[in-house]
C-alpha cells in the first residue's frame, strides 16, 4: 500500500485498523517464509516524514512473529513546498524536523527509509533539500537511505521533473541529489567497514 490518508484527525479506530492489517500482513509475508528480507511498512497521512511521530503509536506496535522489529522498516515521504509536491516552489525547511524524526526512531529502536522526497529546480529549494540531505546523512543510523521523486519523463511541464534539459541536469539533480547521493554511499561505506 502506498500513502493511505484520510486517517489521520479520525477516530484512533482507523489508525489502529490500519496497523492491525498491516501486522496480519507482516504476519503472512514472515509465515511464506520471508524470514530475514526488509519489509517497509506505510504509515499514515501520506506517509509524511514530519507526522509520522505524532501518528505512529499504532504503527509502532507492528512486530515480526517473535516480537522484534529487525528488518521492518518504516517508508516516509516528504515534500517541501507545505502543499505536498504541488509546486515548484519550497518553502517547508525541514532539515532540524528530519534530526528530530531520526531522534524519534532512535528512541523508539526503529529505522526508516525515505521513499520520496521531492522538490521543484530553484534555489529556494536547492538550499532546503541540501540541508535536509545532510541531515539524513548524518543520521544514517536511523535512515537507512532516501530517494528522490520525479514521476518519470512522460510529463515534459511536470513541477518536481529531473529530466536533464539539452544533455544537462536541471537543477536539484546537479547541485543536491546527485551531490548528496554520492555522500551518502561514501558515508554509508565507511560505516560498513567499520
Not at 507482516?26 to 517464509?33: E, M, W
Not at 504509515?43 to 521492518?72: I, K
Not at 509536491?85 to 531522534?103: E, M
Request: with cysteine; aromatic share 10%.
Amino acid at each position: 500500500m502506498n500513502e493511505p490518508h484520510d486517517t489521520e484527525g479520525q477516530s484512533d479506530f482507523e489508525l489502529d485498523t490500519w496497523a492491525a492489517t498491516t501486522q496480519t500482513v507482516v504476519t503472512a509475508i514472515r509465515a511464506a517464509g520471508a524470514t530475514s528480507q526488509m519489509i517497509f511498512l506505510s504509515t499514515a497521512n501520506w506517509q509524511n516524514a514530519m507526522t509520522f511521530p505524532e501518528l505512529s503509536e499504532a504503527m509502532l506496535a507492528v512486530t515480526n512473529p517473535d516480537g522484534s522489529t529487525t528488518d521492518l522498516i518504516f517508508e516516509l515521504h516528504q515534500y517541501f513546498d507545505k502543499e505536498g509536491g504541488k509546486n515548484t516552489f519550497c518553502n517547508d525547511d525541514l532539515a532540524s524536523g528530519f534530526v528530530d524524526v531520526a531522534a524519534f526512531l532512535r528512541d523508539n529502536g526503529r529505522q526508516a527509509f525515505i521513499g520520496e522526497l521531492g522538490a521543484g529546480n530553484g534555489q529556494d529549494c536547492v538550499e532546503i533539500v541540501c540541508s535536509v540531505l545532510d541531515a539524513l546523512n548524518e543520521n544514517g543510523d536511523a535512515y537507512l537511505g532516501w530517494t528522490s521523486w520525479a514521476a518519470g519523463n512522460w510529463w515534459e511541464d511536470y513541477e518536481l521533473t529531473q529530466v536533464p534539459r539539452d544533455g544537462e541536469d536541471v537543477g536539484i539533480v546537479k547541485e543536491c541529489f546527485g551531490p548528496k547521493f554520492e555522500a551518502s554511499q561514501t558515508s554509508r561505506e565507511g560505516v560498513a567497514r567499520k
